[in-house]
């Protein structure tokens, strides 16, 4: 790592995580950046190399907590084996622990959103881009394997599902109030179980695939 | 279709969704007796086993998507109703050999949470996928060194949801099985504990350690080893008993002379813990039970353990005796403290109620009015599920606006009925011991 590098990186996490601990402490967004980045000794020029505003300092901590999730991932030496299914398990069971590190932070910026539907807050692009990434690495993995039954038109669907799905896990690690989250790993387990029972061949295939043949056999 | 997965479809652990399982099976159910009638009327002498057989599908269809704390208690209860028939008694046993499995992923998550290391590291061997169901959980194979361990790990969040299970139970309980509110709330209360220390394997350990050091001296009789180092709330690390489950080993042809041998050390075991002990396994159904070389017992399993208080054991067991050489108003007595009877019955309630439980108690007490009894006697086992029968389709009781029968004999009479029941598909001819003061 050259000594550049190495620097961006200290000045971008020590801008993350300023603006974190301001959140914690303050419960509300820094006025300005201009206030933001005097109350950290740093220069305001120094905050737009990296972020462009507040809400690209956001953006940055969604993908902090994904790279994180992907690193801590690889590193067990089991993932590689795993199969589709697993692997969505593997990720969503080590991304909720990277999410516990910042619990306040998360509860603090998303307790009161909504988070429903469509309309989550565009700083989720970037996390979005990146799992929707890895999601099709899986569907593919699946489709070769046959864990994922092809599905004209909807197979293509399959990677926005899997993002609806770590927005409901989000959404129910936030409201999750048993110990150790235990809830949230049970809400993991089933839904990824139905998700997969749901992609993967099942009697409707079969049952599409005999009228067809009937129909052109006719 | 698949890209709409929300929370409510996704979930069955959602509250909305195991109560729309619940209800759907009432609805089935009613279904079935609607049907029961309606063949009834066309062919009078269809009888109620047909019934029987249709509604414990049902029940276990759903059940067995359920698992958990609900399976658990449904099961029970069924099992305290005796009481139930033939039909019903398969089915409960077949849900203990069907809870959907932990992934391996989560597998690893619960032994990071608890240990800061993976299975892989902290065994030289670890099945990736359950050896074997459990109904909260599942056990998994591991070695390490020349041992065999069983690992059981236990689903997360089954403890946080006793509570709002045992709600949803509830309808179930008083439909199908016929009990009247009061009588519910009060197996609830105690059911509930239950649960709630079943659901802690730290427990489970102590308990485990507990009896089989206090039972290490009946023959044949083996425990497995427990390691508290590698166990935790939610995972418990044990030896791995090697040999067959009841249902295997019984294919296996075994002569009389072994099946009476297992059944006695079986007997033994309970003899010495309700008696001596006070305190006793008090899930004696087959998973729990391991048949290994040269016909010895190994008893797995300690999460349910039910303490015996010191006046219900005196109340209980002086009914057992044969002849009830008690004093009348002795007995009464015995009825209030087993609050069989209050003070809140008319005469003629009271009189009934003593007699029915004189009835149905001196039945189960028949194995300890002789000295050897064959349980393989089917026969004794038609008259406690005609008792059974009767006794919830009685109009007295489903009128009566009290509950009957102390809470501890809730565990007390389902562990007898395990036991006899494993006695009679063991098909084993047992010497009853029972202490002195029960002897007439
Ligand atoms: N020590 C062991 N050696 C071998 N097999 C075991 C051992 N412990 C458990 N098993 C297997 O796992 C199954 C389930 O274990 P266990 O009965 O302890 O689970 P449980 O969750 O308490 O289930 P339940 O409450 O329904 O009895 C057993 O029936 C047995 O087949
Ligand atoms: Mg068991």
Sequence with gaps: MTEKTKNSHTDKNKIIDGYISYILETGSEPVSVFKFTKDMKMKEAVFYEYFSSFGAVKKAVWELIFDNTIQALESQEIYQSYTSREKLLGFLFTWIEELKNKRSYLLAVYGNVSLKNQSYPSELKGFKAKFKDFASGIVNEGKESEEIAERPYLTDKYQEAMWLQVMFVFRFWLKDDSPAFEKTDAAIEKSVNLAFDLMGRSAIDSFVDFAKFLFQSK | ?440
């Design chain 2, 1 to 440: 279709m698949t890209n709409k997965i929300n929370e409510q479809q996704s979930i069955p652990v959602s509250k909305v969704q195991r109560a729309a399982k619940f209800i759907s099976t009432g609805a089935k159910v009613g279904g079935n007796y609607m049907k029961h009638y309606a063949k009834k009327v066309v062919n009078p002498a269809m009888t109620k086993d047909e019934l029987h057989r249709n509604n414990a599908t049902d029940i276990y269809d759903s059940l067995s998507e359920l698992k958990g704390s609900a399976l658990k208690v449904a099961q029970m209860m069924a099992m305290d109703k005796n009481m139930l028939p033939g039909a019903y008694q398969d089915k409960f046993t077949m849900a203990q050999y069907s809870a959907p499995p932990l992934s391996y992923p989560l597998v690893v998550k619960t032994f990071n949470q608890y240990f800061k290391k993976g299975p892989e590291n902290l065994f030289d061997t670890f099945t990736t996928s359950a050896a074997n169901a459990a109904s909260i959980g599942q056990v998994h194979k591991a070695t390490k060194g020349d041992k065999v361990f069983a690992v059981k790990i236990q689903y997360p969040g089954v403890g946080s949801s006793v509570k709002s299970d045992l709600k949803l139970v509830k309808p179930f309980a008083l439909r199908l099985l016929n009990m009247n509110e009061r009588e519910l709330d009060n197996y609830m209360e105690e059911v509930e504990e239950k649960l709630l220390e079943e659901t802690d394997y730290k427990l489970e350990v102590i308990r485990s350690k507990e009896i089989s050091q206090a039972c290490s001296h009946i023959k044949g009789l083996n425990f497995p080893k427990y390691y508290e180092e590698m166990s935790s709330a939610r995972v418990i690390t044990m030896d791995w008993m090697e040999g067959k489950h009841l249902k295997e080993w019984l294919q296996t042809n075994p002569s009389q002379e072994a099946r009476d041998k297992v059944g006695q050390i079986m007997w033994d075991f309970y003899d010495h813990q309700v008696h001596q002990l006070k305190q006793v396994h008090a899930d004696p159904h087959p998973g729990n039970f391991i048949i290994q070389e040269g016909d010895e017992l190994a008893v797995i399993d300690f999460g349910c353990v039910k303490v015996i208080p010191e006046e219900f054991y005196s109340g209980y067991f002086s009914l057992i005796k044969k002849d009830l050489l008690i004093k009348e108003d002795e007995l009464d007595q015995i009825f209030y403290d087993l609050e069989f009877i209050s003070d809140r019955d008319s005469a003629e309630e009271k009189n009934y109620f003593k007699n029915t439980f004189k009835e149905m108690i001196s039945l189960l007490g028949k194995p300890f009015h002789v000295d050897t009894f064959d349980f393989a006697d089917d026969n004794y086992f038609q008259m406690i599920f005609a008792l059974g029968d009767k006794i919830s389709n009685d109009k007295m009781f489903r009128k009566s606006k009290q509950a009957r029968g102390s809470r501890h004999g809730l565990y007390i009479n389902r562990t007898y009925f395990g036991l006899y029941n494993l006695l009679n598909q063991l098909q084993a001819n047992i010497k009853t011991t029972k202490p002195d003061w029960i002897k007439n």
